[in-house]
């Protein structure tokens, strides 16, 4: 048994011996254990809750320990965001920018384009000159957010800057990863457009210079070998790397020679006519950094969307591109300068980062967005970084030999010339004034942040040390000792008060008061017994109350309490002598009356009762166990165990008539002997009473008199009726408007509502209220028009209404009220060529207006729902219905429930109503009618029975086709460019339309051939991404926008 519950065991012990009445007031301080022994700290390891003097465990160890000044703020120390000495900056990832700052990166390290966007002369686009010794200069065009960027990654005092106005300037979309490879291109051909305006020559060409190279395209014709040569230059060699482990074989196939033959042939002008021939690369110059795309990033024409290539490559440190120039003189080895790397197995998705060399110490670092760390040692492998997530497909890794590494991730190599490398370790580019002016400024905000964080973290800890020394001084004073004034206090208050993480609030005792405004006895759990004194210093500083002292003690909830304990241990031994009690026969004439009920389960309302006495001593919101309390209004009456009070019939209730007096139904209720009440009315002193001799309840008995009458009429009626309308009762010889009777020229029209509540009262007269009136102002509009169409009678709408033969009519006005008559006439009229047509009329006739604007919203209902359920049944070869194996992934559809009620659809035949479908022939209507959607009072279930391989999807009217076949991809694990969707045999193509555009209404069924089932789920993310449309760098700064 758990301490707590011993404790109070042992707090209650005493009611065995001890009668209500004699309670004394050692017995209620027992009770609210106020002598208990206070528990020591080091002996007590946990808070004991049930002993109010245990002041142990409740958050003291904080104050009594050792001073942690950490522990008074939660600001983090400003000079962990100073940049340290001989280290590089980082740039911040504003959501999915990575891609943007690796290149920033690796163009920083580049120290002669670096220096040459230092130097670039900028002039806005109104054509004056900026004075860049201004000193509200700000950085607007891209080339000065450049320029900014570089000195502060240069000069800045901070661990990372915050690249967002360069990104601004750019108009990216930092919530969405781009190709970085395309962003290279794009922002490099945008730099040397904006410095071509440079006057000076080693701004303007700084990119060519750096960058660009020149190759020659030469077709030699097989026939007159005639050669023709086009002049390119590169940025960049896009290099393939499928099929090939090393560099070098990449750069191999990119010069290799490419035959033209067939339908491929060149056109020779020398022939004049098309000739088989030979095209090949030439390399004719190398730039200063040679950048090799690694092309990883490929179209799958399988499965009709982009995938990465994550074969291992290697590639040498020093590359000696000699053997692939046209001229052998020259320099051309060179040095790997950067290594720039996509973690993640997934073309659409994953995280760049950059390894770059230190152009001045030669040293390596990984620029992972704000955090850069040094390689070196075993952390030198180059390109060699873990994906974000496992692969099926992962291969081991190669080994590599001295002075090569091989990757898997890397996507771009960046080499530098031998000599060019030698040059710019030497090479010392400074920050110009006008830029380092902003730096500084830069600078000067940071200290100020940090000296401002500094002397917050300051003021939390002089803070914390004066409220350390007053709670380490107050809790000493805390104990109370047995004979000196005292007070409760609840514990979680004291928990707060010594938990530094939560302002300490006023002391609420309120929910741990009785109803006699006195402490409960059974939350003293919750509350801790403490000095007057340190209670007067709580008070006075935190406010509260009201308070609990000694006088708190209430002596009638211990007084109520000790007589429901004592009656709970003697129940087990009254239940087995009233059980023998009832085996004995009672004498006529004595006795009382005992619901049966509450005979068979009395000793459990008993023990109800007791405690819900016990309960309603405490405040209804009030919890244990020193949680949280919320406290309710006192209006709210909607708890759980109020309305469980509500819904219990009380001990003998059930033999209580309306008027509060003895029920006239005897089966109920049984005669119990003197004794037997004497010890069920010691539990139950408010039962009713009732002596064997009583009478029944008088009104009760007239009551039940005037329902036989009643009852009896009921039931002559329904006699009356169903022999007067035996055939509508029974369904039979309807008239139909599909096959018009010939004899008659006149039908009448009812609610068909109205002929099913008529039978439910023919069927059951006794049960059901009669039917007075047939209540025919349903069908028709508020201008008192007919809301059908002879057409829609006939067929959709037949089963809203019933049909009445002309004298089954005359009947029914006289049996029932008759608010309207709608009838439907057919007459003949003459036509031009003296002919005679059929021509059917209604009265009242069709309200035009109404119809139209009920025929609209039907409409739109269609058109306009959500959260509602379509179903997508799988096939093969149209036939066979396959049941998918998948994996079901997390849906974003769930099943519907099986019991839906809704109006039949059109088609389904009316069992209550009898259609003949043949001879139908087209009549000439005089006027138009229209359906309104009535409730037919029928239930009749119409849910869609699923079949095998079928799945259920919640969807909304507004979501896009686009949208629901990424749905169909979790359900089915079917790529939506694989899936052909129809609905009754049109195929649905327009990715862009809604559901309701495309007439797909709740419950219907859509037909889903796949043309090839994905297997590959890791590459589920790709086809998600493949739905959304590729607009790349479609209005941003890089495409001049």
């Given at each position: 048994?758990?301490p ?43 808070n004991?809750?049930?002993?109010p ?11 009594l ?8 703020h ?12 001989n ?18 990166q690796?163009?920083f ?13 900028s ?35 901070r ?6 106005a ?17 962003f ?15 006057m ?16 020659a ?38 010069l ?19 000739q ?12 200063r950094?040679l ?11 399988q ?54 060399k ?5 040293e ?12 070196e040692?075993?952390?030198l ?11 099926k ?8 030999g ?70 380490k ?6 104990p ?19 938990d ?21 006895p059974?939350?003293i ?14 008070y ?8 609990l ?25 009254d239940?087995?002598i ?72 009380d ?8 008027h509060?007096d ?27 009473e ?6 029944s ?25 169903k ?7 029974q369904?039979?010889?309807r ?31 006794a ?12 069908l ?12 829609s ?11 009445i033969w002309?004298e ?27 002919s ?5 009329v ?10 139209e ?28 219905v ?23 659809t059109?088609?389904?035949?009316d ?47 507004n ?65 998600l ?17």
């Open positions: 048994m758990a707590r519950l011993q404790l109070e065991k042992a707090a209650w012990r005493w009611v065995e011996s001890v009668k209500p009445e004699e309670v004394r007031q050692e017995h209620v301080e027992t009770a609210y254990r106020v002598r208990l022994e206070p528990c020591k700290r080091g002996v007590c390891r946990r004991c809750k049930g002993n003097n245990c002041l142990v465990g409740i958050g003291e160890h904080i104050w320990g050792e001073i942690d000044e950490n522990s008074f939660n600001i983090d120390d400003p000079n962990f965001e100073r940049r340290k000495k280290t590089f900056v980082g740039l911040t990832n504003l959501g999915a920018t990575c891609y943007v700052n690796t290149f920033l690796v163009w390290h580049n120290p002669e384009l670096r220096q040459a966007i230092y130097m670039c002369q002039e806005r686009s109104d054509g004056e000159s900026i004075l860049l010794n201004d000193a509200d200069y700000e950085p607007q065009t891209i080339c000065e957010h450049l320029q900014y960027l570089f000195a502060l990654l240069q000069n800045s005092n661990r990372y800057i915050d690249p967002s360069f990104v601004r300037a750019l108009g990216l979309d930092t919530g969405q990863q781009q190709d970085a490879q395309e290279s291109k794009l922002f490099l051909s945008l730099l040397e457009d904006i410095l071509s305006r440079q000076n020559p080693d701004v303007r060409n700084v990119v060519q210079q750096q960058f660009c190279g020149q190759c395209y030469i077709t030699v014709c097989n026939h007159c070998s005639r050669e023709s040569q086009l002049i390119s230059r590169f940025y960049e060699l896009e290099l393939n790397i499928q099929g090939h482990k090393q560099l070098q074989d990449c750069i191999t196939e990119f290799k020679d490419e035959k033209l033959e067939g339908d491929n042939r060149y056109f020779c002008e020398n022939c004049q006519n098309k088989n021939a030979t095209r090949k690369i030439r390399l004719l110059s190398l730039p950094t950048n090799l795309q690694l092309l990883r990033f490929v179209f799958d024409r499965s009709g969307h982009k995938k990465k290539l994550n074969s291992y490559i290697g590639f040498p440190e020093v590359l000696d591109m000699r053997p692939y120039m046209e001229a052998k003189d020259g320099n051309y080895v060179y040095e790997l300068n950067a290594v720039l790397i996509h973690r993640g197995v997934s073309a659409y998705s994953g995280h760049y980062i950059a390894h770059v230190d152009t001045v110490t030669g390596w670092y990984k620029f992972n967005d704000e955090e850069i760390e040094k390689m040692g075993k952390k492998h180059l390109g060699n970084e873990e994906d974000l997530e496992s692969s497909t992962q291969t081991r890794k190669p080994k590599c001295k002075g090569s590494h091989c990757s898997r991730n890397a996507y771009m190599l960046v080499y530098k010339k031998q000599c060019e490398e030698e040059k710019q370790s030497t090479m010392a580019v400074q920050v110009p004034a006008f830029l380092q002016k902003l730096v500084e400024r830069d600078n000067l905000k940071f200290e100020e942040w940090c000296v401002e964080m500094a002397e917050m973290r300051k003021q939390s800890v002089d803070k914390g040390k004066a409220k350390h020394e007053e709670v001084e107050l809790y000493q004073m805390l109370a000792a047995l004979d000196k004034p005292y007070e409760f206090l609840p514990l979680v208050w004291l928990q707060k008060w010594l530094e993480s939560t302002p300490t609030k006023p002391i609420d005792n309120c929910k741990y008061l009785c109803q006699h405004n006195k402490l409960q059974d939350r759990s919750d509350m801790k017994r403490i000095s007057k004194a340190s209670a007067d210093i709580l006075s500083r935190y406010s509260g109350g009201p308070r002292d000694a006088s708190a003690l209430c002596w009638d909830c211990v007084v109520e309490r000790c007589r429901v304990l004592r009656l709970k241990s003697q129940l087990n031994e239940f087995k009233v059980s023998n009690l009832l085996k004995t026969s009672v004498t006529s004439n004595e006795g009382f009356w005992v619901g049966k009920g509450s005979l068979r389960s009395w000793r459990q309302l008993a023990l109800d009762q007791m405690d819900e006495q016990e309960e309603d001593s405490e405040p209804s919101n009030g919890q244990s166990n020193g949680e949280e309390h919320v406290v309710l209004p006192k209006e709210d009456g909607g708890s759980s165990r109020e309305k469980n009070i509500e819904d219990r019939v001990f003998n209730q059930d033999i209580l008539c309306p509060g003895l029920s006239i139904i005897e089966g109920d209720r049984k005669v119990v002997s003197d004794e037997v009440w004497v010890k069920l009315k010691l539990y139950f002193p408010k039962a009713p009732f002596r064997f001799s009583q009478d309840c008088s009104k009760c008995k007239d009551l039940e008199r005037e329902g036989e009458e009643n009852e009896a009429l009921n039931k002559m009626m329904a006699n009356e009726q022999q007067a309308l035996g055939n509508l009762f369904d039979r010889n008239p139909t408007l599909g096959n018009w009777p010939k004899e008659m020229d006149v039908l009448y029209v009812v609610s068909n509502f109205f002929v099913e509540e008529w039978k439910k009262f023919i069927k059951r007269p049960k059901c209220t009669p039917v007075s009136s047939v209540g025919n102002n349903a028709l509009c508020p201008h008192g028009g007919l809301m059908f169409t002879y057409s009678m006939a067929m959709e709408d037949s089963k809203l209404i019933a049909l002309p089954e009519w005359d009947l029914i006005q006289k049996l029932f009220v008759v608010d309207h008559a709608i009838k439907i006439c057919r007459k003949r009229e003459s036509m031009d060529d003296g005679l047509d059929t021509v059917y209604t009265d009242p006739e069709l309200c035009l207006e109404c119809r604007g009920l025929l609209c919203q039907q409409q739109r209902d269609l058109r306009e729902y959500t959260q509602a359920t379509i179903y997508v049944c799988k096939v093969i070869d149209n036939k066979k396959m049941k998918e194996g998948a994996p079901e992934l997390n849906l974003s559809s769930s099943d519907p429930e099986d019991e839906r009620e809704d109006v039949k059109d088609g389904e035949k069992p209550d109503f009898h259609q003949t479908n043949g001879g139908i022939k087209r009549q000439k209507l005089s006027s138009q009618s229209y359906v309104i959607c009535q409730q037919t009072g029928i239930r009749r279930s119409t849910r869609h029975r699923k079949v095998r391989g079928e799945k259920a999807l919640i969807v909304s009217a979501q896009t086709l686009k949208e629901l076949k990424i749905q169909i991809m979790h359900a089915f694990s079917v790529a939506p460019f694989d899936q052909n969707l129809s609905l009754d045999g049109k195929l649905l193509t327009d990715d862009s339309a809604t559901l309701g555009m495309l007439g797909i209404t709740p419950e219907a069924v859509l037909v889903l051939k796949a043309d090839e089932p994905v297997v590959d789920y890791a590459a589920m993310d790709d086809a991404q493949v739905c959304m449309p590729e607009e790349g760098f479609k209005g941003t700064g890089l495409l001049g926008h």
